[in-house]
T-cell receptor
Framework: AQRVTQPEKLLSVFKGAPVELKCNYS??????LFWYVQYSRQRLQLLLR??SRESIKGFTADLNKGETSFHLKKPFAQEEDSAMYYC???????????FGKGTMLLVSP | DVKVTQSSRYLVKRTGEKVFLECVQD?????MFWYRQDPGLGLRLIYF???????EKGDIPEGYSVSREKKERFSLILESASTNQTSMYLC??????????????FGAGSRLTVL
């Protein structure tokens, strides 16, 4: 079964500290993974996807097939990074997205 | 710039009432989705539609139905609302491509409270 696991409900860091939001997946095949973000009072929106291999707002995520992980990283957290972050996996067949339960990131000054 | 519009931001209904949640997109997208968002449970797919008059069950379709009579509109229907359907409901759309951009555009959400 396809599954996305985000082990942390809440991650609290200080401004300037490194951040790593964990995401592990279960999928038999070549996975396509995404990170979505929801800032306070805003819509859920795409942050980045692994096929693009891009850095958005200083965040990067590398697909590690051996560890079945797609962790989201940023070297220096900013207060404006505080948000809810969801990892998502593209399902085979109907190509729907399965989301993890989300991690709330709080960056304190 | 608004692309996915959910008609109601907040609704309060009573147990047993029939509830309609409307979603309209102006991007001519073929695919549309309804998710519910609950703290600690993340987003769970209720129903989706790949084209007009087409619908498929998601992971938690029980107690819900949908309607897609026009390409731009996807409605979620709660035939008889229950308190466990109190939640935030998110509509999303996507333009399907063979290369699979697979990026969802979300609405602002409809927060439903069932008393």
């Amino acid at each position: 079964a396809q599954r996305v696991t985000q082990p942390e409900k809440l991650l609290s860091v200080f401004k300037g500290a490194p951040v790593e939001l964990k995401c592990n997946y279960s999928y038999s095949g070549s996975p396509e993974l995404f990170w979505y973000v929801q800032y306070s009072r805003q819509r859920l929106q795409l942050l980045l996807r692994h096929i693009s291999r891009e850095s958005i707002k200083g965040f990067t995520a590398d697909l590690n097939k051996g560890e079945t992980s797609f962790h989201l990283k940023k070297p220096f957290a900013q207060e404006e990074d505080s948000a809810m972050y969801y990892c998502a996996l593209l399902n085979s067949g109907y190509s729907t997205l399965t989301f993890g339960k989300g991690t709330m990131l709080l960056v304190s000054p | 710039d608004v692309k996915v519009t959910q008609s109601s931001r907040y609704l309060v209904k009573r147990t047993g009432e029939k509830v309609f949640l409307e979603c309209v997109q102006d991007m001519d997208h073929e695919n549309m989705f309804w998710y519910r968002q609950d703290p600690g449970l993340g987003l769970r797919l209720i129903y989706f539609s790949y084209d007009v008059k087409m619908k498929e069950k998601g992971d938690i379709p029980e107690g819900y139905s949908v309607s897609r009579e026009k390409k731009e509109r996807f409605s979620l229907i709660l035939e008889s609302a229950s308190t466990n359907q109190t939640s935030m409901y998110l509509c999303a759309s996507r333009q399907w491509t063979s290369s699979g951009a697979n990026v969802l555009t979300f609405g602002a959400g409809s927060r439903l409270t069932v008393l």
